[in-house]
């Protein structure tokens, strides 16, 4: 027998319906008076029956006012759902299912989210009659019901689509999927619609009962191909893309009519359906079949995309394409995208060019539009040319190079932009094609830097950087020059959009010229110099970093008075005109970071309020975290990009200055606040201030000894490949110590060397990892040859291996000498990879006279060892050149 059913108080509900008026007002003091009531009617349990009344029931009610109870509803739900009595939450739960059918598309939305938010508070294990209540539902006669029921279980499987996989709930998608795809052929398209969203939300995660109804699936899709409805064609791309990711075996045998089917939706007078579609070639460049399936397409695929890397009539409104002079309207604030720091990671030097890429640090290598940075068409059409060039090389150009002409010199500038934007877009992939027509093809894009639409000159921007490394190959004066002249101009556009295009395209000039800049360098500063003055917000944190990429390309030629002269004005003049809060300090910070260490002696002048300044900042970050971790309800947690930038920069300063740091350090209370970060929980304050710790050991060590028993076991803890930035600094750091340190390090040696053992031979260890491992164990060795020499065996090869590849360099010599007193300790470590020490030693270009005696007699001392029959049928196994080498420079 049921109890008597909950009725609502008159009284009450007038209260009610009023507050829900009051709270629809423009007022600000009526909005915090609604406010101050509801939290005074969330006292009262029963509140939440006549918030659902009024939505379910209250059918003389305009609309917005019953949503608007629905929707005060779900968010007490979502903060107290737990708190409320079983009579209410029943309440609740039978008026959602009663009423799913609302007559109302907005009533019918918001039961579904309200059905949806008591799920995810963990509802759906005790709602055992939620699921097969809302799959009967779907069979009524009446279309309200259905399509309301459907848009809550569409909900429900985007909220819950694991859950529903598990046992918990005993696996309804058994019963679930195969219910969806009877209604794939419904009448009415949104219900269509819906039924396709709901079996999408399984593809990814490979459901089984998907899995298990997989080609009933694949055939209700094809029979949607053309469905008349943009939403269900949208649902039908979205599927086919997901499919293309996790079963491509079951698409092979349809292939030929999927990409038939996705080029006419590529083309679909939808935009959402064609971003869809479009996002099919994107997936199918991932796969390893792409080549075989889509060579014969291409003729068709390529005008296609091309055609939609125009920009739309939307997009130019939205980008105010017509705008040409913009340059004193202040930027808004919501337009500038957090920055993310790249914290220091310690990398060597390898053979044939600078430091490598880590394998930690990504290459973000923005698209030319990204203020509008929601996905579009255009985007998706530039992004998947971008990835096919790079399978199909220079394939692609015979389909292109006929449409370019047309584009690149046709008299409609958006036609001409779309082409500036197709060159760009395949530069990565068509390089080698491209060279015979870059000659010709680059004065006309320089040209077109002067062009009198700005979306024009902004896109050459960009386009050009992507060719920066051929200009760079080519005699300066050919295309370097014009190119940077045109560039710098376009740095002081006066449009925005154009600044900030040619300030990136500029930093990646730089990264590719180097010192070929350094001609030029006059010029390039009072330009820089001179957009300081200029730019508004945003563009000044890319010039930033265009100063930053200067330093760090040109070095030590940077450090001349006169330049010296024009540059640090203006950044000491931002410096102090920024507070200790401004965020506008990160990119400011790393750009003084790069200067200073390309200065050095030349940076002293300015070095003294830099430098307090970081301490500064460290130090109240620390505080502010310290109030934070003992009164969390009444302080905010700090910001910690503050302190570790703050590190970098002293890190710069440390490399910068070497020993004129001295004062600095011994001035300050640095070692006791490094000990404090060391410890941090935040893996980068710790990455950084590792990095700190080797630099000052480089510059400063008197200041750092008194600190080592402190220091080394937190050194030791941090060993832990989990975190390879934080590990590897940590190395790279220990490695600096001991050379300081000498045999005093031998306390030490048992804290760390067990771990970087281990890490040295971990598979998959990274590169840059593995390297500074290798150095940090030859230099223990070196200091320390009694204590280090019984494991020579466990490391000797992964060790020879890892650094065989890094130039000749200090640290490089510092671990060979090392090794070499090992072996001289216990020459049995290493007789079994003999072979890889020998090719090790010959990787050596020109190894210091005694480092190279040290070579000589390891080598020679094997050799009359093993005797010299012995001998030759060892050194019958080596590499041709590896012989050749041992020969011409040891005589073995």
Same mark, same amino acid.
């Not at 949104?190 to 694949?218: E, P, W, Y």
């Not at 007789?831 to 190279?852: E, G, H």
């Given at each position: @027998?049921?109890?008597?059913?909950?009725?609502?108080?008159?009284?009450?509900?007038?209260? &009610?319906?009023?507050?829900?008026?009051?709270?629809?007002?423009?007022?600000?003091?009526?909005?915090?008076?609604?406010?101050?009531?509801?939290?005074?009617?969330?006292?009262?349990?029963?509140?939440?029956? *006549?918030?659902?009344?009024?939505?379910?029931?209250?059918?003389?009610?305009?609309?917005?006012? #019953?949503?608007?109870?629905?929707?005060? +509803?779900?968010?007490? &739900?979502?903060?107290?759902?737990?708190?409320?009595?079983?009579?209410?939450?029943?309440?609740?739960?039978?008026?959602?299912?009663?009423?799913?059918?609302?007559?109302?598309?907005?009533?019918?939305?918001?039961?579904?989210?309200?059905?949806?938010?008591?799920?995810?508070?963990?509802?759906?294990?005790?709602?055992?009659?939620?699921?097969?209540?809302?799959?009967?539902?779907?069979?009524?006669?009446?279309?309200?019901?259905?399509?309301?029921?459907?848009?809550? /279980?569409?909900?429900?499987?985007?909220?819950?689509?694991?859950?529903?996989?598990?046992?918990?709930?005993?696996?309804?998608?058994?019963?679930?999927?195969?219910?969806?795809?009877?209604?794939?052929?419904?009448? !009415?398209?949104?219900? #269509?619609?819906?039924?396709?969203?709901?079996?999408? =939300?399984?593809?990814?995660?490979?459901?089984?009962?998907?899995?298990?109804?997989?080609?009933?699936?694949?055939?209700?899709?094809?029979?949607?191909?053309?469905?008349?409805?943009?939403?269900?064609?949208?649902?039908?791309?979205?599927?086919?893309?997901? +499919?293309?990711?996790?079963?491509?075996?079951?698409?092979?045998?349809?292939?030929?009519?999927?990409?038939?089917? @996705?080029?006419?939706?590529?083309?679909?007078?939808?935009?959402?359906?064609?971003?869809?579609?479009?996002?099919?070639?994107?997936?199918?460049?991932?796969?390893?079949?792409?080549?075989?399936?889509?060579?014969?397409?291409?003729?068709?695929?390529?005008?296609?995309?091309?055609?939609?890397?125009?920009?739309?009539?939307? %997009?130019?409104?939205?980008?105010?394409?017509?705008?040409?002079?913009?340059?004193?309207?202040?930027?808004?604030?919501?337009?500038?995208?957090?920055?993310?720091?790249?914290?220091?990671?310690?990398?060597?030097?390898?053979?044939?060019?600078?430091?490598?890429?880590?394998?930690?640090?990504?290459?973000?290598?923005?698209?030319?539009?990204?203020?509008?940075?929601?996905?579009?068409?255009?985007?998706? !059409?530039?992004?998947?040319?971008?990835?096919?060039?790079?399978?199909?090389?220079?394939?692609?150009?015979?389909?292109?190079?006929?449409?370019?002409?047309? +584009?690149?010199?046709?008299? %409609?500038?958006?036609?001409?932009?779309?082409?500036?934007?197709?060159?760009?877009?395949?530069?990565?992939?068509?390089?080698?094609?491209?060279?015979?027509?870059?000659?010709?093809?680059?004065?006309?894009?320089?040209? $077109?830097?002067?062009?009198?639409?700005?979306?024009? #000159?902004?896109?050459?921007?960009?386009?050009?950087?992507?060719?920066?490394?051929?200009?760079?190959?080519?005699?300066?004066?050919?295309?370097?020059?014009?190119?940077?002249?045109?560039?710098?101009?376009?740095?002081?556009?006066?449009?925005?959009?154009?600044?900030?295009?040619? $300030?990136?395209?500029?930093?990646?000039?730089?990264?590719?010229?180097?010192?070929?800049?350094?001609? *030029?360098?006059?010029?390039?500063?009072?330009?820089?110099?001179?957009?300081?003055?200029? *730019?508004?917000?945003?563009?000044?944190?890319?010039?930033?970093?265009?100063?930053?990429?200067?330093?760090?390309?040109?070095?030590?030629?940077?450090?001349?008075?006169? *330049?010296?002269?024009?540059?640090?004005?203006?950044?000491?003049?931002?410096?102090?005109?920024?507070?200790?809060?401004?965020?506008?300090?990160?990119?400011?910070?790393? $750009?003084?970071?790069?200067?200073?260490?390309?200065?050095?002696?030349?940076?002293?002048?300015?070095?003294?309020?830099?430098? =307090?300044?970081?301490?500064?900042?460290?130090?109240?970050?620390?505080?502010?975290?310290?109030?934070?971790?003992?009164?969390?309800?009444?302080?905010?947690?700090?910001?910690?990009?503050?302190?570790?930038?703050?590190?970098?920069?002293?890190?710069?300063?440390?490399?910068? /200055?070497?020993?004129?740091?001295?004062?600095?350090?011994?001035?300050?209370?640095? @070692?006791?606040?490094?000990?404090?970060?060391?410890?941090?929980?935040?893996?980068?304050?710790?990455?950084?201030?590792?990095?700190?710790?080797?630099? /000052?050991?480089?510059?400063?060590?008197?200041?750092?000894?008194?600190?080592?028993?402190?220091?080394?076991?937190?050194?030791?803890?941090?060993?832990?490949?989990?975190?390879?930035?934080?590990?590897?600094?940590?190395?790279?750091?220990?490695?600096?110590?001991?050379?300081?340190?000498?045999?005093?390090?031998?306390?030490?040696?048992?804290?760390?060397?067990?771990?970087?053992?281990?890490?040295?031979?971990?598979?998959?260890?990274?590169?840059?990892?593995?390297?500074?491992?290798?150095?940090?164990?030859?230099?223990?060795?070196?200091?320390?040859?009694?204590?280090?020499?019984?494991?020579?065996?466990?490391?000797? #090869?992964?060790?020879?291996?890892?650094?065989?590849?890094?130039?000749?360099?200090?640290?490089?010599?510092?671990?060979?000498?090392?090794?070499?007193?090992?072996?001289?300790?216990?020459?049995?470590?290493?007789? =079994?990879?003999?072979?890889?020490?020998?090719?090790?030693?010959?990787?050596?270009?020109?190894?210091?006279?005694?480092?190279?005696?040290?070579?000589?007699?390891?080598?020679?001392?094997?050799?009359?060892?093993?005797?010299?029959?012995?001998? =030759?049928?060892?050194?019958?196994?080596?590499?041709?050149?590896?012989?050749?080498?041992?020969?011409?420079?040891?005589?073995?």
């Amino acid at each position: @027998m049921h109890q008597m059913e909950w009725q609502p108080d008159e009284q009450g509900l007038q209260q &009610v319906l009023q507050l829900l008026k009051d709270s629809q007002s423009p007022n600000t003091a009526t909005q915090r008076a609604v406010q101050q009531k509801l939290e005074q009617l969330n006292q009262f349990p029963d509140f939440n029956n *006549y918030l659902i009344f009024v939505l379910t029931r209250l059918k003389t009610e305009d609309e917005p006012t #019953r949503s608007l109870s629905g929707l005060i +509803l779900k968010n007490n &739900v979502k903060a107290h759902y737990q708190n409320f009595p079983p009579a209410v939450a029943e309440f609740i739960k039978q008026e959602c299912l009663n009423n799913i059918g609302d007559p109302s598309p907005l009533i019918r939305a918001t039961i579904g989210i309200l059905i949806t938010t008591i799920t995810s508070k963990g509802e759906l294990q005790t709602w055992p009659e939620l699921l097969p209540q809302l799959c009967n539902l779907l069979n009524s006669e009446d279309y309200n019901t259905c399509e309301g029921s459907f848009g809550a /279980l569409q909900k429900i499987c985007e909220d819950s689509s694991e859950l529903l996989e598990s046992d918990a709930l005993n696996r309804p998608l058994n019963i679930m999927i195969p219910k969806f795809l009877q209604f794939f052929k419904h009448c !009415s398209p949104k219900i #269509r619609s819906h039924a396709i969203a709901c079996v999408n =939300q399984f593809i990814i995660g490979r459901a089984q009962a998907l899995m298990d109804n997989i080609d009933t699936f694949i055939e209700s899709l094809f029979a949607l191909a053309t469905d008349e409805d943009s939403e269900v064609r949208k649902n039908v791309c979205r599927a086919l893309v997901m +499919l293309l990711e996790v079963r491509i075996d079951r698409l092979i045998p349809h292939m030929h009519s999927i990409i038939q089917y @996705m080029l006419q939706r590529t083309q679909d007078p939808d935009e959402n359906v064609s971003l869809e579609a479009c996002e099919f070639w994107l997936t199918l460049a991932e796969q390893p079949i792409c080549k075989e399936v889509l060579s014969g397409h291409l003729v068709q695929l390529i005008p296609i995309l091309v055609n939609g890397m125009k920009y739309s009539e939307i %997009d130019i409104i939205l980008l105010k394409g017509d705008v040409e002079e913009d340059e004193a309207v202040p930027d808004s604030e919501q337009d500038i995208k957090p920055r993310f720091h790249k914290s220091r990671t310690v990398t060597l030097q390898h053979e044939g060019g600078e430091g490598e890429e880590g394998e930690d640090i990504d290459e973000d290598d923005d698209d030319d539009d990204d203020t509008l940075s929601d996905w579009n068409l255009r985007k998706c !059409s530039a992004a998947a040319l971008d990835v096919l060039a790079n399978v199909f090389r220079d394939e692609l150009l015979p389909h292109l190079l006929p449409l370019l002409k047309g +584009l690149l010199f046709s008299p %409609d500038w958006v036609i001409k932009e779309s082409g500036i934007l197709v060159l760009g877009a395949i530069a990565e992939g068509c390089m080698q094609g491209m060279v015979p027509y870059l000659p010709e093809l680059l004065p006309h894009l320089i040209a $077109c830097l002067c062009d009198k639409k700005a979306l024009v #000159r902004s896109i050459a921007c960009w386009t050009l950087s992507r060719y920066a490394h051929w200009v760079v190959s080519q005699p300066p004066d050919s295309h370097l020059k014009p190119l940077m002249t045109e560039l710098l101009k376009r740095i002081l556009d006066g449009n925005k959009r154009v600044q900030e295009a040619a $300030c990136s395209a500029f930093a990646t000039l730089e990264e590719e010229a180097c010192t070929e800049l350094v001609p *030029y360098l006059s010029f390039i500063l009072d330009t820089l110099v001179f957009a300081f003055g200029k *730019y508004q917000h945003k563009n000044l944190l890319i010039l930033y970093d265009a100063i930053g990429t200067l330093a760090d390309s040109v070095g030590h030629h940077l450090n001349q008075p006169e *330049y010296i002269q024009k540059l640090m004005p203006p950044l000491i003049a931002k410096w102090n005109e920024l507070k200790d809060e401004d965020k506008d300090l990160f990119p400011l910070l790393e $750009c003084l970071s790069s200067v200073a260490t390309a200065l050095q002696s030349g940076f002293l002048p300015y070095c003294e309020p830099v430098y =307090q300044r970081c301490v500064t900042l460290v130090q109240k970050t620390l505080a502010q975290a310290m109030m934070y971790n003992q009164h969390p309800d009444q302080y905010e947690a700090p910001d910690k990009d503050f302190m570790i930038v703050a590190l970098d920069l002293l890190s710069g300063l440390a490399e910068g /200055l070497g020993g004129s740091v001295d004062q600095l350090v011994a001035r300050s209370n640095i @070692m006791t606040l490094l000990f404090q970060c060391m410890q941090d929980p935040m893996p980068e304050v710790r990455q950084s201030s590792f990095a700190l710790l080797g630099d /000052l050991t480089k510059a400063c060590f008197p200041h750092v000894k008194p600190c080592i028993a402190e220091f080394m076991p937190i050194l030791g803890l941090n060993l832990n490949p989990e975190f390879i930035s934080v590990c590897n600094n940590a190395t790279w750091a220990i490695g600096e110590i001991a050379m300081q340190m000498g045999s005093d390090m031998q306390p030490y040696v048992g804290l760390v060397l067990n771990n970087l053992v281990e890490i040295i031979n971990r598979p998959n260890t990274p590169k840059t990892l593995l390297e500074n491992t290798a150095i940090t164990i030859g230099r223990l060795g070196y200091v320390c040859p009694q204590e280090v020499s019984p494991m020579l065996q466990q490391f000797i #090869r992964p060790w020879c291996t890892s650094l065989r590849n890094i130039r000749d360099n200090e640290e490089k010599d510092s671990a060979f000498r090392g090794i070499c007193m090992m072996i001289g300790v216990n020459p049995a470590g290493v007789v =079994q990879d003999f072979i890889f020490f020998c090719d090790a030693v010959a990787s050596w270009v020109s190894p210091k006279d005694d480092l190279r005696d040290m070579f000589y007699k390891i080598l020679h001392g094997f050799k009359d060892q093993v005797g010299e029959e012995n001998w =030759q049928q060892f050194s019958e196994q080596f590499p041709p050149l590896l012989k050749e080498r041992l020969s011409a420079c040891y005589g073995v």
